[in-house]
């Protein structure tokens, strides 16, 4: 999937759904079942495991908080709900 596709569905998720921030916060929705995709930088510190469908960002963390639009590195989103996106659809 190309950058610029990722980031205008990543943009509908955060306007339209619901995310988390964070490798913490990404493995207690996995640990919950409340995750149904991961966006990864590539710059993420560790892996993450589990079932949950994972896409690599072909960017590193502040680019990824930047479209997330946060002042800050961002190693890992967790798409809990997508909103009006149809980002895992096109991951599938």
């Known amino acids: 999937m190309n950058r610029d596709t990722l980031a205008k ?11 988390y ?15 149904k995709l991961l966006i990864v930088a590539t710059n993420a510190p560790e892996s993450i495991s589990g079932d949950v469908p994972q896409v690599q960002f072909d960017g590193d963390g502040f ?22 996106s149809k980002l895992s659809a096109m991951v599938k």
């Not at 569905?9 to 995310?19: A, N, V």
């Not at 913490?24 to 409340?34: L, P, R, V």
């Not at 680019?63 to 009006?84: H, I, R």
């Open 21 to 35: 921030i964070g490798i913490k916060q990404a493995k207690k929705a996995i640990a919950k079942g409340e995750a």
């Open 9 to 19: 569905e990543l943009k509908k998720i955060i306007k339209t759904g619901k995310i």
């Open 63 to 84: 680019e990824l908080g930047a479209l997330c639009g946060k002042p800050f590195s961002v190693s890992v989103v967790t798409v809990v709900s997508e909103g009006e």
